[in-house]
């Protein structure tokens, strides 16, 4: 037999990969630090949520790796007539292995915010998994008690026209201006904050829906779809339904989150929910539906709002840009106040209907006013002449 020679081909080498076997200071280092945290240690939300966004004004030597059909890649700045410190430097010279020829971070002054509820996947699936856990809770106990049998009849009425109304407003906002916002937002510090304020209205819309179901199982002769008719018909709701409809057609995703969370749910929102709904609900003898309510007004006084304050502070006081943000906010404050001061005045009807009356109507939109100029006065914002409308 012949012998057969062993074939010359190159031999796999097994190496330990040099560089990632490399020991340095932070080999053991579970936490990020290509940004400067904004207190002395850096959190769990910033290791999360920090330029997770790629920005090619640092990092992404690249550029960005698609675009839209007019040429325009990734997230622009423009999408915002609003702008922050570095907004308008030259985007950096790119070649192989330029990496390093962005700008020190951060690369703009937009990655400056941080969002103080924290949020992130995480805290987003925890927060509503325990509302709607104690909402379910809160139902269940009241059908048990039979505790829908204690509603005044003019109440059942007043739930299925106009409280099923409110699910209209919270489901456009939620799903048409702040889902379109958070796309549009620079940074992954702002999309996670905006997107979770999607998740807010979206879940409350949803939370009114399916009471409203219930109370059709439970209440005999409750119309549920009421609140149809009320959204599309009633006089009451049209200057609501047009202001709604109004901003979920705004482009500039800066002057949407401003107009929603700064003018329109202090001055209709919180009129309705807190002034009204609130207030009148107890003494016709319904402890329900205020806990839906009330979990949808401290999802905003508490969490919306309370991110929407620095994310337009900063740009207020924004290094360079000041001036040009300030001006700008003033001018959306006098196109929305007059809009959402007539939507409020349009719904005065309501608080004549239930047989327990609420605080007068007059002193519910004097508390708003007063509450809308306290959120002025913290960004140093002066509250526009048609506030006194």
């Known amino acids: 037999m012949t012998a057969t020679s ?20 932070d080999s053991t280092v579970r936490q990020y630090n290509y940004f400067t945290p904004a207190k002395r240690k850096q959190s769990h939300y910033e290791d999360v949520t920090v330029e997770v966004q790629p920005d090619p004004r640092h990092y992404l030597s690249q550029g960005w790796l698609y675009a839209f059909a007019d040429g325009q890649g ?28 962005g700008y020190d971070w951060p690369a703009h002054g937009w990655h400056e915010f941080r969002d103080p509820n924290e949020e992130w996947e995480l805290t987003l699936y925890r927060y509503n998994a325990n509302v709607v856990r104690q909402l379910n809770q809160n139902i269940d106990a009241a059908r048990q008690a039979k505790a829908f049998e204690q509603w005044n009849r003019n109440w059942v009425d007043f739930v299925a026209k106009h409280v099923g109304a409110w699910m209209h407003v919270d489901h456009g906002l939620g799903l048409y201006l702040f889902a379109n916002a958070n796309r549009r937002a620079p940074t992954n510090m702002h999309n996670n904050a905006i997107s979770v304020n999607s998740m807010h209205r979206i879940r409350a819309a949803q939370d009114l829906a399916l009471y409203n179901l219930t109370l059709t199982e439970e209440i005999e002769g409750f119309d549920g779809t009421a609140h149809l008719a ?31 969370n700064v003018v329109f749910e202090p001055l209709v929102g919180e009129l309705f929910r807190s002034n009204l709904v609130q207030q009148a ?30 994310l337009y502070h900063l740009l207020i006081n924004d290094k360079e840009f000041a001036d040009h943000n300030k001006a700008l906010l003033q001018k959306w404050l006098e196109d929305w106040v007059p809009r959402c001061i007539a939507a409020a005045r349009a719904l005065q009807p309501l608080w ?3 047989d327990a009356k609420p605080i007068r109507f007059e002193d519910g939109l004097d508390r708003v006013k007063s509450r809308f100029a306290g959120i002025l006065s913290e960004l140093g914002l002066k509250a526009p002449e048609e506030l006194g409308q």
Do not use: C, M
């Open 6 to 25: 062993e074939r010359s081909v190159p031999k796999p080498t097994f190496t330990d990969a040099e560089a990632g076997a490399k020991v340095f200071p």
């Open 74 to 101: 990734g997230y622009p700045l423009e999408w915002t007539a609003l702008k922050a410190w570095g907004s308008d430097r030259p985007l950096p010279e790119r070649g192989p292995g330029s990496g390093g020829k």
């Open 230 to 260: 009320t959204w599309n018909e009633d006089p009451a709701w049209q200057g609501v339904r047009e202001t709604a409809e109004q901003l979920t057609g705004i482009w500039d995703w800066g002057e949407a989150i401003f107009a929603a």
């Open 281 to 310: 609900a107890p003494a016709n003898g319904d402890f329900v539906t205020p806990t839906l309510i009330g979990a949808e007004e401290f999802d905003f006084s508490e969490r919306d709002l309370r991110y929407t304050k620095p």
């Open 352 to 354: 004549s209907q239930p």
